[in-house]
């Protein structure tokens, strides 16, 4: 059953015109398609894709017998349809209240939304669910009017009014030509919040949010970051909005972040509504990201949409790195580009080194929902990157103007893309196309030497390791930024051969899988600051004595190489302490570490920067290879932390003092601004510094002073989120006072149940086995489920008990998971277990044995059996 790109073939089938009428009943939605369609020549028998209650199908006002089709699979064979245009009409009926999957037509809280992409219009309708199918969609939707006062569907509001027996309707049409899977419809008793943009030629679009009445007083913010989103796409990029409205629903049951469907977009609550007392700081940036992510996707997927799935990462690799530039330009660029980094290496890395490795366009897949994973998303952003590093801004823009000159209003491949930033510029980059064919993070092994002549000499050997897929790999083309500091930390200047220029800074473009770079004229002893900006999404390795990555921490003007640098040194000494674990012996006094450090905490620099300094990899980022250990690396690195705690033990309650003080001189100090979420992301790391080494009174402290503490919600999480591993019972109270607090907020009681899964606490697995029958749990909320169980499936330290009762727990969870919403339960197992064939021999024995017990069940949905049976097979 599955798909390869290969195989893709032109439809033989088009659809000019989609006009669809939806009947809102309480039992029921009736639907009715009346489709324009045009055979291509040579077009054999039609086949269009469906699973919904089939009514009758006619052709050109005709019923067809039953006998004239055939339904397998989820594909409606057509016998006979014309060879010259005609109209296919097709009835169906749905049961949205019964559609647990949240996939086509289902509801929520009473009222009804959609989710198409990738192929839930086949859900609502027989249609060739393709994306390089476009058409021109009209919709109608008639409802009772007091249950369904607001009808929403794409485009434009054509018509309108009353009908009998209490019901009403309204006609919307999209003039843009789209692909199905940007369909949207929304029926439902929701509060409008309405506000308006104009464009940069002239025109006033109108905007409109709609949420649960109760939620309204919650979305200013996400309407800014819109309305900054927008001009910041015709500054940055020169590109205008195109219809007249602008609509944003937000929806509590949701299976992703956000869909950017054509002028009407549908959000998860969690990236649309934010104020101060019930969102961190971090939360509203995920609205302003997500807000922008969906609105670029108006030009970069709608506009301009992806000929077929395995090309999802032109469209959305492509949308993240606009979206990050948006953070970038509005916020701190430097901690965004590490916060990116981080992300990348933290999610993706491990998914490349994994079962579930696959290039950002994959050679093949059985279910599309299961690749909208990080590679295709945040690789993909890194390889757009790529061409942004190579190219500068000036040929980058030259190249997205030629893709929209050539592309707008048709469905394309990744090559395309390529080809208008080659073309625009006269470069080659074919070879630059492995990026999308290969697999695995590349591994950088540098070394530098100084000749006698005074030039210094990079030495870099390239691997691409092998993955699932692929064995053999050829080396890639990146750029690789590079600079020379010398003893004292300043930048050294260099010549390039190739032109002569001297320069304190280039971009070497590596293409083999061996390669020498001569910078001449160097003349001195110096410390390679390497991959500046994180300019390739690769593993690097230096041989840096610790005094060397101590300098580049102190004195590299690029703050990405100056984190690396300390990142490294954290490394290193994760590692000792492993070790020192693994043979019982006494860990080791990371002097080398905390002197290089001293400089970190008294440095005066941006604050959300000196926290990420004073931030170790993830548990994630430190796994090895192979023969891992979660539960002793978890403790190596919770050693790290309490050593740093205890070393500077002096210094995190002045350090918290100064950010608390500079917090509260900005104006308006409590709500969301970049300036005072960076002072809040100081304090929280000194809170949680001071817990650790003095968590006896500082709980006492806490527990006495928490309200007064807790001016919002960056706050509360910042104390909750410290006091939350102490076996006590204040720390109980704490927590149950939060959730009494917020019991009518479900976006914090989410926080809540995140914060029983994500516990070091010895009673965790018990207490997240109880949480399950909390009256605000419930399995079908994919926010509640990833809440609990997404969150204790990241738990190391009790996820990989040495018994397997995690293993096993999830594993249940999974079962009954899968039976209401697939995608769900796919993305539980992929959190879990796909580390098993890197684990040590006991416990990956302990997970495949779940994972066999659950790729023996007949029933499992084809979501999930896809990673359960990828992750036994790797
Ligand atoms: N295109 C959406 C976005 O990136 C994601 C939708 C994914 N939906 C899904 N069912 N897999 O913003
Ligand atoms: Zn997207």
Redesign the pocket.
């Known amino acids: 059953t599955a798909k390869f790109l290969k195989d893709y073939r032109a439809p033989e089938y088009l659809i000019e015109r989609v006009d669809l009428c939806f009947d809102v009943f309480d039992g029921h939605t009736a639907v009715t398609a009346v489709m324009r369609v045009l055979p291509q020549t040579g077009a054999g028998a039609m086949r269009l894709h469906g699973s919904a209650e089939l009514l009758g199908i006619s052709v050109d006002g005709r019923r067809l017998p039953e006998s004239a089709y055939r339904l397998a699979n989820e594909v409606l064979t057509l016998d006979g349809t014309p060879a010259q245009p005609f109209e296919l009409t097709v009835q169906t009926k749905l049961y949205p209240h019964d559609n647990t999957t949240l ?1 086509g037509l289902y509801q929520s809280g009473g009222n009804l939304y959609t ?1 198409c ?2 192929e839930g219009f086949r859900k609502i309708t027989f249609h060739p669910d393709r994306p390089d199918v476009m058409s021109i969609y009209t919709t109608e939707i008639r409802a009772d009017k007091a249950r369904f006062p607001v009808l929403l569907a794409n485009g434009n509001r054509t018509d309108g009014g009353d009908l009998p027996n209490g019901r009403h309707f309204a006609v919307w049409h999209d003039p843009f030509a789209k692909p199905s899977y940007l369909f949207a419809l929304v029926a439902g008793d929701l509060s409008c919040t309405r506000d308006s943009f104009r464009a940069a030629d002239g025109r006033e679009i109108a905007i409109e949010f709609y949420t649960r009445a109760a939620d309204a007083d919650k979305v200013a913010f996400a309407v800014q970051s819109l309305k900054h989103a927008m001009k910041w796409d015709e500054s940055r990029f020169g590109l205008v909005y195109d219809l007249d409205i602008y609509m944003v629903v937000a929806v509590g049951d949701f ?6 469907n054509k002028g009407l977009n549908i959000f998860n609550t969690k990236y649309v509504l934010a104020d101060a007392r019930t969102a961190t700081d971090a939360d509203f940036d995920g609205v302003e990201s997500v807000i922008a ?2 609105y670029f ?1 108006n030009w970069t997927g709608n506009r301009v949409t992806c000929r077929d799935w395995f090309q999802l990462s032109l469209k ?1 690799g492509l ?1 993240v790195f606009r979206d990050q530039e948006f953070s970038a330009d509005r916020n701190s660029r430097a901690v965004r580009r590490i916060h990116n980094a981080a992300f990348l290496r933290r999610h993706q890395f491990p998914e490349d080194a994994g079962p579930m490795a696959h290039p950002i366009r994959p050679a093949s897949y059985v279910e599309m ?1 299961n690749f ?1 994973t990080m590679t295709v998303y945040e690789k993909g952003a890194e390889v757009v990157r790529m061409y942004h590093t190579l190219l500068g801004e000036d040929g980058f823009q030259k190249g997205m103007k030629l893709y929209f000159q050539r592309h707008d209003g048709q469905a394309v491949t990744c090559d395309d893309f390529r080809a208008a930033m080659a073309d625009a510029n006269g470069v080659d980059l074919s070879q630059f196309a492995l990026w999308y064919s290969q697999a695995g993070t590349p591994v950088l092994d540098v070394s530098g030497s100084l000749r006698d002549n005074g030039d210094y000499v990079l030495r870099v050997r390239q691997t691409v390791p092998p993955t699932p897929d692929m064995v053999e790999k050829q080396p890639m083309m990146m750029p690789l930024k590079t600079a020379l500091l010398d003893e004292n930390g300043d930048a050294v200047r260099f010549r390039l051969p190739e032109n002569g220029a001297d320069t304190a800074e280039t971009v070497l473009l590596l293409t083999e899988a061996e390669q020498e770079f001569v910078l001449q004229g160097v003349n001195r002893a110096v410390t390679p600051s390497l991959l500046r900006g994180f300019s390739a999404p690769v593993r690097l390795n230096f041989p840096y004595t610790d005094q060397q990555l101590a300098l580049l921490l102190a004195h590299d003007d690029d703050p990405f190489a100056r984190w690396e640098a300390g990142q490294t040194l954290y490394r290193r000494a994760v590692a000792a302490n492993e070790t020192a674990l693994a043979d019982n012996a006494p860990l080791p006094d990371h002097a080398a570490l905390f002197a290089a450090l001293e400089h970190v905490v008294r440095a005066d620099i941006d604050p959300a920067f000196k926290a990420v300094l004073l931030t170790p990899p993830a548990e994630e980022e430190l796994w090895r290879a192979s023969d891992i250990d979660p539960v002793r690396l978890h403790h190596a690195r919770e050693a790290l932390l309490d050593a740093l705690a205890r070393h500077f033990a002096e210094d995190w309650l002045p350090l918290n003092l100064q950010a608390k003080t500079a917090e509260e001189a900005l104006p308006d100090c409590y709500a969301y601004s970049p300036e005072a979420a960076a002072w809040r992301s100081l304090r929280n790391l000194c809170r949680s510094m001071m817990l650790r080494a003095a968590p006896a009174e500082q709980l006492e402290y806490v527990f006495e002073h928490y309200d007064e503490m807790a001016q919002n919600m960056s706050h509360e999480w910042g104390l909750l989120n410290a006091v939350n591993h102490i076996d006590d019972p204040r720390r109980d109270a704490l927590l149950a006072r939060f959730a009494e607090k917020f019991a009518d907020q479900a976006l914090v009681l989410d926080k809540y149940f995140a914060l029983i899964a994500c516990s070091r606490r010895a009673d965790t697995p018990q207490c997240v086995r109880e949480a399950l029958s909390h009256p605000a749990f419930a399995p079908t909320n994919p926010n509640k489920v990833r809440a609990l169980l997404g969150t204790f499936a990241r738990n190391h330290l009790h996820l990989h008990a040495a018994d397997g009762a995690g293993y096993r727990f999830i594993a249940e969870r999974v079962r009954e998971t899968d039976v209401l919403n697939p ?1 769900t339960a796919a993305d539980l197992v992929r959190a879990a277990f796909s580390l098993c064939c890197r684990l040590e021999p006991h416990r990956r024995a302990l997970m495949k044995s779940e994972l066999e017990k659950l790729a023996a069940l007949p029933e499992l949905s084809k979501d999930t059996r896809e990673i359960v049976e990828k992750i036994l097979a790797g």
Do not use: F, S, V
């Open positions: 996939m989710q992409e990738p299976n992703m972040g956000a869909m950017e992510h969906e996707h959305e949308t929902n909208y995608q």
